[in-house]
């Protein structure tokens, strides 16, 4: 009987721990929530490329022209490179992995996309699980039909398409930077 009642109130005291160290480690998921101002940074480094994706008055291209036209948009890495300097108080946007006649499209490029820093992430010293950035990464696959840009698409999130970011870069970011699904950024 005694060792019924001491399991009884072990297994709170266990859970609660466990609940608390895992808290204090700043775990989280991919999927959970980002803090609106990251969001919007995020947001607003995708959408720059998109705009060029976008922009009717390009007129004809190449894969190569496109690349560069993305050049003005996002920072193009090679990864033999070192990873570029990542702002701390806007989004960034980084070209890689350069797929000429990719999948469906005539050409792909991943594209690794990263906020700023927190203005309010805590103080060094404090137990906080929210990140100080948030990045996600996926692939973009373009159309061509002759030398015009006939659209774009954004691969799957998930299954054999879904990308793992650059640990070159990811480290880039620090400690304090948690990986966001892609689609959490949509709309």
Known sequence: MMNAV????RTP????????????SGCSRASDSVEPALWRQVDAAGNDVYAVLADPSA????????????????VRWDAG????TFSESEGTAVIY???????????AFDLFVTSGID????????????PARVYTCYRIEVSLEGSILFGHRRTHDYGDDQLVCPSELVRALGESAQ???PWLFDG
Do not use: Q
């Not at 001491?6 to 109130?9: D, E, G, W, Y």
């Not at 490179?81 to 570029?84: K, L, Q, R, T």
């Not at 203005?119 to 929210?130: A, K, N, T, V």
């Open 81 to 84: 490179e070192a990873p570029p």
């Open 13 to 24: 005291v266990a859970l609660v721990a466990l609940v608390g160290v895992a808290w204090m």
């Open 97 to 107: 992995n350069e797929h000429p006649r990719a999948g469906r499209g005539d050409n």
């Open 119 to 130: 203005e309010h992430f805590s103080i060094p010293g404090w137990l906080d699980s929210r």
């Open 6 to 9: 001491r399991l009884i109130v």
């Open 59 to 74: 007129g004809t291209t190449t894969p190569e022209e496109l690349l560069d036209r993305l050049s003005a948009a996002a």
């Open 179 to 181: 990986f966001r699904e």
